[in-house]
Structures are given as C-alpha cells and as structure tokens.
C-alpha cells in the first residue's frame, strides 16, 4: 500500500511537532528537577570474602531485597568489569558489589538500617556507603544504558569552582557523547563531608574499554577545550581523578 501526503498535511504536523516539542521539553526538565530536589543517592560498596564470591552471587537476590525494605529506590547494580592488566582503574573486586539506591529525603535516616541489613547476611562481610546528591541525571532514576564499561571518576574541586566545573561539563557532553556514541549517566555530589573542597563523581557509559581507549585522543575539539579548563580546576591530589570501572547487572 502506498501513502502519500500532500505538503499541506506534511505543514499541519510538522507544526503540532514543534507546539507540543516545549511542552515535552519542559516536562522532561521538570522531572529531572524534581528527582534532583527530592532523593538523594546511597553508593554503597557490599563486599565478601575472597572466598565467599559464589555465596554473594547467590545472596544478590537477598541483598537488593533488603535494600528496598525502608523506602530506597534501587537505581543500578554495579559489578567488576574484565579489563587489560595496566588499565588505570581501581576496578571493583568479584567479590564485590556496588549498590545505588534514590531516596526520598525524608528516609535518609533509613540509610543506617540498611547498612546493618546487608551486613546480617551471612555471606557479607563489610558495607561502606557514603551519600551523593544528583547534580545532574538525564535519565531521572533509570539508568539508560545497557552492559558495557562504566566509569566511575571522583574530583575534587575548591567550592567556588563547582558551579563553572558543571557548566563546563554539560556543554563538552553535548558534542562528546555523539561524536563518541557514549552516554554520561549523572553527575554527583557527595555530601555528608565537612571539607573546604567539594567532590564530585561522573559515572559514564562506554561501550567497551577499547572505545574507552580511544576517547583519550579526543578529536572533538569542542568538548577536548572544555575539558581542559575543567582539568585545570581539578584539586591536584591523590585521590582527586581516581576512577572505578564497572559493568552493570540489567534490571
């Protein structure tokens, strides 16, 4: 069957595309708003003993149930990733977890009870969490991506950097992530600590660790130019610019 549109009906949609376009725009910007303002995010790292990775595939089911008991949102399972030996990444142990989870602001206290919940699992053997705000999540509480090679690199920052150090970020991803075909997944803050520095944490979605590698030679000048001055500002220490990479467990 053959359909044709004349150019007066081809007008008519184009034109209720671009009335219903800012609409749809601006939805989307509310609800990224309102996560932002409204949860805040656990990274928790579940951690057994060398000789329990089995037991803690098998307890996996156990821990994300627990996680959910008091009102957390689980938001991504994170788990370790293959990758050559001289890689510069921290990495995530098999046998170990890591756990986001979105909560309601109002639950924060929860937080503690989770903790001692996943540590009463037989297989468990340490949890550490620290809290982040969201600073920017473009795909409010679901993550877009599928397995592949995530990222996770924490900065520093002076406190009267972070707003120029956000800025400088969104605009380099605009042009990166389609030049590379990657995705960045939010950006966030960490909270809870009482230092005259702030540290952010940027998880991004690569394919694999090759296409990793090859976004070390950034060809996209417009994003490579921005990213120099946000390196600029970067506190230069030891624990500034570490990285984890993680593959994903899918819902």
Known sequence: MR?????????QLLALVYF??????????SL???????????????EAEPESVELLELA???ILSKATLNGGIIYATW????????APFAGLSDNQMGLMLAWP???????????????????????????????????????????GFYVHREAKYKLE??????????????????????TVIGLFREIGITADFANLNR??????YDLWLDTRNNDDMESANRFRQRRSMRIPDSDSGIAIATDRILP
């Open 79 to 86: 788990v370790s990733v293959e990758k050559p030996a001289d």
């Open 60 to 62: 996996r089911n156990e």
């Open 105 to 147: 602001n109002d639950a924060l206290q929860q937080v503690d009870a989770l903790n001692q919940a996943l540590q009463s699992i037989d297989s468990v053997s340490t949890v550490s969490s620290r809290l982040f705000e969201a600073i920017y999540l473009p795909a409010g509480l679901s993550v877009p991506t599928m397995r």
């Open 20 to 29: 219903f376009l800012p609409a749809f725009v601006y939805a989307q910007s």
């Open 32 to 46: 990224q708003s309102t996560i932002l303002q409204n949860y805040t995010f656990s990274y928790s790292i579940v």
């Open 3 to 11: 359909v044709s549109i004349d150019i007066s009906s081809a007008r």
């Open 203 to 208: 998880i991004v979605w690569y394919p694999s």
């Open 161 to 182: 950097n972070v707003n120029e150090v956000v800025r400088l970020s969104k605009e380099a991803w605009k042009t990166w992530e389609p030049h590379w075909g990657v």
